[in-house]
């Protein structure tokens, strides 16, 4: 399985639309086979959901998210969990060792603030 995580300054993104890189990690097994960093320059409606799916990415998590990016991660069958916080190496091994504790949905719409 392959995990996306919305990385800004080595924890987990508040909201995945302003964080400027993912880890990209590969899972068998409960086991990390391997993993990278995918820097994201730009974000714009679409792009990186897309992205992310020719990676062939099946999960994402983050802090939060805005409601038209869950719907195009949706639409290409990426579950997105959202309300993961802390440093992003923990939230990586708590995701594998299947105790992540995703603090609920936090899903924003466009223009509020706090997320």
């Given amino acids: 399985m392959k995990i996306a995580i919305a990385v800004e300054q080595k924890t987990v993104s ?3 639309g302003k ?3 993912f880890l990209i990690a590969d899972i ?3 086991k990390l086979i391997q993993s990278e960093t995918l820097l994201i320059p730009k974000h714009s409606p679409g792009s990186v ?3 992310l799916h020719s990676k062939k990415i099946q999960r ?3 802090g939060g998210m805005g409601t038209t990016a869950a719907a195009f991660f949706h639409t290409y069958g990426i579950q997105v969990i959202t309300g993961v916080t802390g ?3 923990q939230a990586l091994n708590a995701f594998m060792n299947g ?3 995703a603090n609920g949905p936090s899903f924003c719409t466009p223009g509020s603030k706090g997320c």
Wanted: net charge negative; hydrophobic share 40%.
């Fill in 14 to 16: 508040a909201h995945f």
């Fill in 19 to 21: 964080c400027p890189e």
């Fill in 99 to 101: 105790t992540l504790l």
């Fill in 28 to 30: 068998k097994g409960g």
């Fill in 60 to 62: 994402i998590l983050c």
């Fill in 49 to 51: 959901p897309e992205l």
């Fill in 87 to 89: 440093d992003v190496n």
